[in-house]
Structures are given as structure tokens and as C-alpha cells.
């Protein structure tokens, strides 16, 4: 499904944690890295696109994943011809992208390369917001680079949420020193409470973040 110009409707993802890294694939069989992405089908919208593209690339449900932001309008880069098919050259020129922001709200471990029988990844990591893009394929530099700066107002402050939270616990555990424990188990507990709480958003940072198959390699 191409528009008169050529360029097909296409969809592309932004997954950030809690600490505002981004989700970043390693191409099947390749040393190339990019986000998800994906077409839009024929009686689809771009919303739909995405949350289905989601699902098939990296295993994620709707409840996952809160939309925080897309781009107004279509991003739109060119494909050379040496890796447009001979049948598609002369009428297929790119792709026009709208480009989501999501947030993760599940667990690194619901992330799945395996969800279809034709994964887009063999391998995945966290990495910081502004990822390197001398590793994605140079026609698509100028979309990434203009999707995430118009997208990056909207990414969640890290660091005004951790200072809310550290001005929370600190109020709390002054109120704390005017009685005894004993007296008050509720506050304790409640205090307890907020602090598991925020135990629990902390997302993996270890090993565990990378799938690999039998025979993936994060190798550049």
C-alpha cells in the first residue's frame, strides 16, 4: 500500500524504561541496530499498526506499555535502489513513518523476540536515549534523529520523579522521630510499603536484559 508518491504508511517505536533508556534491537543475522518498526495495513491506523507491530517484535500486549507521545506528522526517508526488489523499482521510493513514544510499565522479562515465527531481532538492550546511530542503517539516520527530538519533550523526568520520592521518604521519616514506632505501626508500615514500591520499578540492569539465541552474539 503505497500513497501517490511512493512511500509506504509505516510505524515506528520508542520504548523507554523507567530510567528513560531505550529499547534497542540487533537486526536478525545482522550487526545493524534500530527500533521497532513496521507497516500499516490496509484498514489499520497508525495506532493499531503499532500496538500490533509491538506484539510481533518484541511479544508486548497493550497493558504493557502507556503511550506517552507520537510525531504530528509523517517522518519520511528514501530507500536506495539496491535494496528496493527489481518489480517494486520505479514506483516504491521509502517509507512515511509515524513514530510512537511508550513507556514500560511491565517487566523486562515480558519482552519476547520469539513472539512470532519471524522475529525482526536475535538480540536487545537497554541503552541510553540518544543511541548511537552510526550503527543504523545510514538511510534511516535523519528519521531517527528528527523522531527523537521531537519525541524526547515528552520522555518522563527521571530526575524529578526520584526527587519527590526522596522528599517523601525524607518528610516521612522526620514525622517518624516525634513517636515511638510502637506507637504508630500503621505509618511504619505504610512507609515500608512506598519504599517496596519503589524497590519494585527499579527495571533489570543486569545480563538478564540481553536475549540471545543458541547462536546470537551481541558482537558489533
Given amino acids: 500500500m503505497l500513497d501517490r508518491d511512493g512511500f509506504r504508511p509505516n510505524v515506528g517505536i520508542i520504548l523507554v524504561n523507567q530510567k528513560n533508556q531505550v529499547f534497542w534491537g540487533k537486526r536478525l543475522r545482522s550487526h545493524s541496530w534500530q527500533f521497532p518498526q513496521g507497516g500499516i495495513d490496509r484498514g489499520e491506523n497508525p495506532e493499531q499498526a503499532m500496538f500490533r507491530e509491538l506484539h510481533e517484535e518484541v511479544g508486548l500486549q497493550p497493558e504493557h506499555v502507556r503511550i506517552l507521545a507520537r510525531t504530528r506528522d509523517w517522518l519520511r ?3 536506495p535502489d539496491r535494496y528496493i526488489r527489481r518489480d517494486a523499482r520505479g514506483h516504491y521510493k521509502g517509507q512515511k513513518q509515524i513514530w510512537f513514544l511508550l513507556q514500560l510499565v511491565a517487566q523486562d522479562w515480558q519482552l519476547n523476540l520469539r513472539a512470532t515465527d519471524h522475529p525482526e531481532f536475535d538480540a536487545w538492550r537497554w541503552n541510553d536515549y540518544w543511541v548511537p546511530l552510526d550503527v543504523v542503517v545510514e538511510f534511516k539516520r535523519g528519521v531517527y534523529e528528527l523522531a527523537l527530538t521531537e519525541l524526547a519533550h515528552f520522555l518522563p523526568s527521571v ?6 520520592i526522596r522528599t517523601k521518604l525524607t518528610r516521612r521519616s522526620m ?3 516525634s513517636f515511638q514506632a ?3 505501626p500503621d505509618v511504619l508500615s505504610e512507609l515500608n510499603l512506598d519504599m517496596s514500591k519503589q524497590m ?3 527495571p533489570y540492569t543486569t545480563a538478564k536484559n540481553i536475549e540471545l539465541p543458541p547462536d546470537g552474539s551481541l558482537e558489533a
Fill in 77 to 79: 526517508y528514501e530507500v
Fill in 159 to 164: 530526575e524529578f520523579k526520584n526527587r519527590l
Fill in 175 to 177: 514525622d517518624m522521630t
Fill in 182 to 184: 510502637s506507637d504508630r
Fill in 200 to 202: 519494585l520499578r527499579v
